[in-house]
């Protein structure tokens, strides 16, 4: 016994540090082994395994943007936006329905793509602009974001219930509020003032910008430094960014899995955000008309072959209030939920851990991407020829 | 400079390997450098605020010591007091009391403009100015001897791991340990490592992530949000500063066992405490020890002397004493967090809470020790918890207006958070009372079985070093850092 204290005391290097090596060396390997590979795009995990997102191009510019850095080269003289002889220029705004394809093959364009081109021969410009599980208060910011910079008159606004359970700005559009332009617009309006109220709430209960203290110091130039070097010189280094992703993505799959959380869930509404989300889209289309601006509204397709993870009482009163909403501002109104045929909709990889793949109720396949591309394209020229005909009349 | 970086990190590895290089005094100045460079990190133009404060009370120590004369000795200690506190007042003050004293015009139809310059509050300075005066009130009392090695005793005030945000240390605490030569161990390394390891985690992987949630509950507009919660919040941003605040303490203590300093603890588990003194006992415990010992104690003894009768009509002199005492205590420990009228209410909050479980006591003495234990803790968890709706909110309007929904019971049935956050609070609500008691009653047992428990631990500590190497980033500065 006295032997085994003694080999014991001998040794501290075993108690002390041999865990600590242990850990570091078997964390590393983990890292390595899962991260290192394939590069994993997390924003696109919404979209589910077999959907992939898609954002076309025009003569080497974008025509359906994802970030507000991509408007930019629209309002440029050779831009897309300032195409000579265009007659209507057509902002669509939505989520990633109209940027994912499901079961995706190479060479398939969404929904963007084929209506760009069919308006393109009715001299009439279509951009697009979608991000994952974009709800109306974003659409407005960005609304007012881009009316701000590209001169556009007509606005198609697919609205989706899903989305009207999400209030929080994403980091992007956040930065939009920033600029003067739009948030004196944004001002003019309840949703709006309330969008300003509380990125700025944010903002100070913050307590004033914690890091603006170390701005310029040693410590952000030596920081920026020792990041360099550790990109170039450490493998797992730059895995960092994928890995945290990996890690909420298994934190998101975990609570599905507890939870038994799958994409039929009924997911009931908030009452507090359905409301922000209506207020919001009361405040597109005042603002549009304020600045004649048509808008088409369309309620989102959505899959008929199986109940939606909706209550269908609250689904059903969603689109009762948004027709009326629309038609008081005199815009029009489309319910094009059932324009997608079943066998175009697809499927996307398990939300929990375990599990087989699940139904997608939001992404179809490229076909249903064209009979949509197909049924806007009669809507709007609709909308063309009797804002024509009113004008002619006047 | 701050721990939660890579900077920090080659930085604490260059002093650790040079110091166990050099003799006793070259550790010293190596400590004295290194605690300098480190806060140049920041911001050298600082440096002469710290090194004012410093020196003052360097010298002030010294005089007091040297003279008889108890009315000089009072001055002297009047210089530090006035040097101290007025470097306080003006950086972290003087904004705030200007504008009270315009607002209070305003109230009385007076035109009271004062115009002062808001100017960027020097890290720690609410840490070091409280060290370096509890040295000179100590020496003043006699009970601490002055140290005349400028270098050892400039060491006790800058040592770099607790110099901006603490444990505040006493004299008595530190000094002895940097005289003494110390020989390196792998026990000390290996518990330095430790500390440092879970101060980092806490701090990145968790503190840093339950942020953004906190903050954008906060961002709520009140009327969206439920009594529900407003507990959420209270529990969410509770855990957040005790995670935050707790991760630089272990990392401030993890940083000097590596160089065979032992610091005091800062943190025992304060959610679990069993009544409000108990919270206070356990939560940032050196700034607790100051607030009785500098404070209340003094506080409290020159009230006793001008009290005579032993009863005030119905009331015992020692309840006002008590009372006094313990309001003026957590109004300036209120007012010590911040310009803010929301952390003076956060202090009055606490010094109520304490000063009800006075006047309780002699009722609770009646309950079992078990009862008072678990009821004790049913009891203090979430009235602590809610008081940091006001240490969080922006404003005293924007806490008031979330403290009154606790009391409103229709409220309770709406939520207008997102459902992960209630999933998070709880979780972590949990994962604390778990690790307390895994750490209590289960490790000593594993602990029995060698191999086990190595591989336990070092079971661990991959997924604790995993999830800080990819969490590890500056972007969200330790709350006490503002203070």
């Given amino acids: 016994m006295q032997e085994n204290k003694k080999n014991r005391t001998k040794k501290p290097w075993v108690t002390a540090i041999l865990p600590l090596l242990t850990g570091a060396l078997a964390s590393g390997l983990f890292l390595f082994l899962t991260q290192a590979g394939e590069e994993i795009k997390y924003d696109e995990l919404a979209l589910g395994q077999e959907t992939a997102p898609w954002y076309s191009t025009y003569n080497g510019t974008a025509i359906h943007a994802s970030v507000l850095d991509e408007v930019e080269p629209w309002i440029k003289p050779a831009g897309p936006a300032r195409d000579k002889g265009i007659k209507h220029r057509v902002l669509w705004l939505g989520n990633s329905q109209l940027n994912g394809i499901n079961q995706y093959e190479k060479g398939q ?25 974009a709800h109306l208060g974003e659409h407005y910011v960005i609304f ?22 999400n209030i929080k700005l994403r980091e992007d559009i956040g930065t939009a509020l ?24 944010k903002k100070n209960n913050r307590r004033g910008d914690e890091f603006a203290a170390l701005k310029n110091t040693l410590q952000e130039k030596s920081e920026a430094f020792l990041n360099g070097l550790s990109e170039k010189y450490v493998p797992l280094w730059s895995l960092r960014e994928q890995a945290r992703g990996s890690f909420f993505h298994f934190l998101y799959r975990f609570r599905n899995t507890v939870f038994n959380i799958t994409a039929q869930t009924k997911r009931p509404v908030i009452k507090e955000r359905y409301d922000f989300n209506m207020e919001a889209f009361k405040a597109i289309l005042a603002s549009a008309k304020g600045k004649n601006i048509g808008v088409l509204v369309y309620i989102a397709p959505l899959r008929q072959d199986v109940e939606p993870p909706y209550i269908l009482a609250e689904y059903e009163a969603f689109k009762k209030d948004i027709r009326e909403i629309t038609e008081k501002m005199h815009a029009v109104y489309a319910d094009l939920d059932a324009s997608v045929p079943d066998r175009l909709w697809g499927s996307k990889g398990a939300t929990g851990l375990m599990g087989r ?38 | 400079m701050i721990f939660n970086s890579e900077t920090y990190l080659f930085f604490l590895f260059a002093v650790v390997c040079l110091y166990w290089q050099l003799p006793q005094k070259g550790r010293n100045v190596l400590i004295f450098l290194a605690s300098l460079t480190f806060y140049a990190f920041w911001r050298v133009e600082f440096l002469g605020i710290l090194l004012l404060s410093t020196v003052t009370d360097y010298v002030v120590a010294l005089k007091i010591a040297q003279t008889g004369d108890a009315r000089r000795k009072k001055l002297l200690l009047g210089i530090s007091l006035f040097v101290n506190l007025g470097l306080l007042v003006f950086f972290k003050y003087l904004y705030f009391f200007s504008t009270n004293i315009g607002t209070l015009g305003a109230l009385l139809g007076q035109s009271w403009t004062i115009t002062v310059p808001r100017v960027i509050l020097p890290l720690g300075i609410s840490f070091y100015t409280f060290q370096t005066i509890s040295y000179s009130i100590d020496v003043y009392r006699g009970t ?29 605490e530190v000094i002895h340990q940097f005289k003494r030569r110390h020989r390196f161990s792998l026990d000390n390394l290996g518990t330095g490592l430790r500390r440092i390891l879970m101060g980092l985690f806490l701090k990145v992987v968790l503190a840093d992530n339950i942020a953004p949630l906190v903050n954008d509950g906060f961002a709520s507009e009140v009327s969206a949000l439920s009594g529900v919660d407003v507990w959420v919040l209270a529990f969410l941003f509770g855990l957040q500063v005790y995670f935050d605040f707790s991760a630089y303490s272990h990392i401030a203590i993890g940083s000097a066992r590596l160089l065979g300093i032992i610091l005091p603890e800062n943190f025992n588990y304060p959610y679990l405490a069993v009544s409000p003194q108990d919270f206070w006992s356990r939560w940032h415990i050196s700034l607790s020890r100051w607030v009785r010992d500098y404070i209340f104690l003094p506080s409290s003894y020159g009230i006793s002397s001008r009290l005579k009768k032993s009863r005030y009509g119905r009331i015992k002199t020692e309840i006002i004493i008590y009372g006094a005492g313990i309001f003026i205590s957590m109004y300036l420990c209120g007012l010590w967090h911040g310009a ?8 009055l909050y ?26 004790g803790w049913l009891f203090t968890l979430p009235l602590v918890m809610l008081g940091w709706i006001f240490f969080r909110s922006s404003g005293a309007g924007h806490a008031l207006g979330l403290i009154k929904k606790v009391f409103i019971p229709a409220g309770y049935v709406q939520l207008g958070l997102r459902e992960n956050v209630y999933l998070i609070s709880a979780a972590l609500m949990a994962g604390v009372v778990l690790v307390y008691v895994l750490k209590t009653f289960l490790l000593p047992r594993v602990k029995r079985y060698r191999v086990v428990f190595l591989a336990a631990e070092s079971g661990f500590y991959s997924v604790v070093m995993g999830l800080t190497f990819i969490f590890l980033r500056p972007i969200e500065q330790f709350i006490y850092f503002q203070f």
């Avoid at chain 1, 081109?117 to 697009?128: E, I």
């Avoid at chain 2, 009722?363 to 078990?370: A, F, M, S």
Wanted: hydrophobic share 40%.
């Fill in chain 1, 357 to 394: 793949g699940e139904l997608d109720f939001m992404h179809f396949k490229e076909p249903g991407h064209v009979l949509l591309a197909e049924k806007l394209e009669r809507l709007l020229t609709d909308m063309f020829n009797r804002d024509g005909n009113e004008e002619e009349d006047e």
């Fill in chain 1, 144 to 165: 007012e974001y881009i009316r701000s910079r590209v001169p556009f008159d007509t606005l198609v606004l697919p609205v989706v219930f899903d989305d009207t359970r």
């Fill in chain 2, 340 to 347: 803010n009228w929301t952390f003076v209410i956060w202090g």
């Fill in chain 2, 144 to 172: 601490a001897e002055p140290e005349r090695d400028f270098i050892l005793y400039a060491d006790y005030v800058l040592f770099f791991p607790q110099l901006v945000a603490g444990p505040i240390l006493r004299a008595g």
């Fill in chain 2, 350 to 375: 606490h010094g109520t809470l304490m000063f009800v479980y006075r006047l309780l006591r002699p009722l609770l003495k009646k309950c079992t020790p078990k009862g008072r234990r678990v009821g």
């Fill in chain 1, 109 to 133: 364009e969404n929904m963007v793509y084929h209506l760009f081109h069919r308006m393109r021969r009715r001299k009439v410009r279509v951009l697009g602009f979608s991000q994952p599980n």
């Fill in chain 1, 178 to 201: 920033r600029d003067g332009k739009t948030a004196a617009a944004l001002s003019q309006s309840a949703a709006g003032k309330r969008i300003l109220n509380r990125e700025l709430r």
